[in-house]
Protein backbone atom coordinates (compact mmCIF):
# COMPACT_ATOMS: atom_id res chain seq x y z
CA UNK A 1 0.00 0.00 0.00
CA UNK A 2 1.35 3.29 -0.72
CA UNK A 3 1.70 5.79 1.84
CA UNK A 4 2.93 8.99 2.80
CA UNK A 5 3.17 9.77 6.25
CA UNK A 6 4.13 13.88 7.37
CA UNK A 7 5.79 14.78 10.35
CA UNK A 8 6.83 17.70 12.46
CA UNK A 9 4.28 19.76 13.10
CA UNK A 10 3.57 21.78 15.97
CA UNK A 11 3.05 25.34 17.65
CA UNK A 12 5.92 27.78 17.18
CA UNK A 13 6.01 31.27 17.79
CA UNK A 14 6.39 33.77 14.90
CA UNK A 15 9.84 34.11 13.54
CA UNK A 16 10.80 30.56 14.93
CA UNK A 17 11.53 27.20 12.26
CA UNK A 18 10.05 23.68 11.89
CA UNK A 19 11.26 21.16 9.80
CA UNK A 20 8.47 19.16 8.52
CA UNK A 21 9.04 15.52 7.13
CA UNK A 22 7.44 13.17 4.50
CA UNK A 23 8.18 9.33 4.85
CA UNK A 24 6.91 6.83 2.18
CA UNK A 25 6.00 3.65 3.12
CA UNK A 26 4.85 0.77 0.39
CA UNK A 27 7.20 2.47 -2.42
CA UNK A 28 10.55 3.87 -3.36
CA UNK A 29 10.38 7.77 -3.58
CA UNK A 30 13.15 7.70 -6.17
CA UNK A 31 11.31 7.93 -8.97
CA UNK A 32 8.95 10.50 -7.53
CA UNK A 33 8.31 14.15 -7.58
CA UNK A 34 7.32 15.14 -4.08
CA UNK A 35 5.21 18.35 -3.74
CA UNK A 36 4.17 20.40 -0.47
CA UNK A 37 0.61 22.03 0.04
CA UNK A 38 -1.04 23.53 2.87
CA UNK A 39 -4.50 24.46 3.72
CA UNK A 40 -5.66 26.78 6.20
CA UNK A 41 -9.59 27.37 7.01
CA UNK A 42 -11.80 27.98 4.42
CA UNK A 43 -8.76 28.65 1.96
CA UNK A 44 -8.06 26.46 -1.03
CA UNK A 45 -4.99 23.95 -0.95
CA UNK A 46 -1.79 25.94 -2.20
CA UNK A 47 1.52 24.94 -2.88
CA UNK A 48 4.41 25.87 -0.73
CA UNK A 49 6.96 24.02 -2.69
CA UNK A 50 8.10 20.83 -4.77
CA UNK A 51 11.45 19.37 -6.05
CA UNK A 52 11.96 16.65 -8.88
CA UNK A 53 12.84 13.09 -8.49
CA UNK A 54 16.27 13.67 -8.82
CA UNK A 55 16.46 17.22 -6.68
CA UNK A 56 18.22 19.19 -9.24
CA UNK A 57 14.65 21.10 -9.94
CA UNK A 58 12.87 22.99 -6.53
CA UNK A 59 9.83 25.38 -6.78
CA UNK A 60 8.97 27.76 -4.28
CA UNK A 61 5.77 30.21 -4.93
CA UNK A 62 7.14 34.06 -3.67
CA UNK A 63 4.92 34.11 -0.54
CA UNK A 64 7.82 30.96 1.01
CA UNK A 65 10.83 31.74 -1.24
CA UNK A 66 13.81 32.69 0.95
CA UNK A 67 12.05 31.17 3.95
CA UNK A 68 11.09 27.48 3.21
CA UNK A 69 13.79 24.55 1.47
CA UNK A 70 12.80 21.16 0.56
CA UNK A 71 15.23 18.68 0.31
CA UNK A 72 15.33 15.00 -0.15
CA UNK A 73 17.12 11.86 1.23
CA UNK A 74 16.11 8.95 -1.35
CA UNK A 75 18.22 6.55 0.61
CA UNK A 76 15.59 7.75 3.82
CA UNK A 77 12.85 7.69 1.52
CA UNK A 78 12.12 11.03 3.27
CA UNK A 79 11.34 14.46 2.16
CA UNK A 80 11.65 17.42 4.12
CA UNK A 81 10.84 21.08 4.66
CA UNK A 82 12.46 23.50 6.20
CA UNK A 83 10.52 26.40 7.00
CA UNK A 84 12.06 29.41 8.59
CA UNK A 85 10.79 32.83 9.67
CA UNK A 86 7.11 31.43 10.18
CA UNK A 87 4.70 34.12 10.49
CA UNK A 88 1.07 33.49 11.37
CA UNK A 89 -0.54 33.16 7.90
CA UNK A 90 1.98 30.28 7.47
CA UNK A 91 -0.32 28.60 9.80
CA UNK A 92 -2.38 25.55 7.84
CA UNK A 93 -2.45 22.19 7.88
CA UNK A 94 0.56 20.60 5.31
CA UNK A 95 -0.10 18.39 3.31
CA UNK A 96 3.16 16.22 1.19
CA UNK A 97 1.92 14.81 -2.29
CA UNK A 98 3.53 12.65 -4.46
CA UNK A 99 3.82 11.74 -8.71
CA UNK A 100 5.27 9.33 -10.89
CA UNK A 101 8.08 11.55 -13.39
CA UNK A 102 11.95 11.25 -13.80
CA UNK A 103 11.76 14.18 -15.53
CA UNK A 104 13.56 17.40 -14.22
CA UNK A 105 10.23 19.19 -13.41
CA UNK A 106 8.26 19.98 -10.68
CA UNK A 107 4.50 21.27 -10.38
CA UNK A 108 2.82 22.87 -7.44
CA UNK A 109 -1.00 21.83 -9.12
CA UNK A 110 -2.46 19.62 -6.19
CA UNK A 111 -4.48 17.90 -9.09
CA UNK A 112 -1.40 16.94 -10.66
CA UNK A 113 -0.09 14.63 -8.01
CA UNK A 114 -1.46 10.80 -7.29
CA UNK A 115 -0.71 10.21 -3.60
CA UNK A 116 -1.04 12.55 -0.43
CA UNK A 117 -0.24 12.03 2.75
CA UNK A 118 -2.65 12.84 5.73
CA UNK A 119 -1.04 16.20 6.42
CA UNK A 120 0.53 17.79 9.98
CA UNK A 121 -0.60 20.54 11.73
CA UNK A 122 1.41 23.86 12.06
CA UNK A 123 0.77 27.31 14.41
CA UNK A 124 2.34 29.96 14.26
CA UNK A 125 1.41 32.15 16.95
CA UNK A 126 2.11 33.86 20.07
Known amino acids: QLQLVESGGGLVQPGGSLRLSCAASGFSLDYYVIGWFRQAPGKEREGVSC????????NYPETVKGRFTISRDNAKNTVYLQMNSLKPEDTAVYYCAARTSTLDMCKQVPTWYQVWGQGTQVTVSS
Open 51 to 58: ISSRGTTT
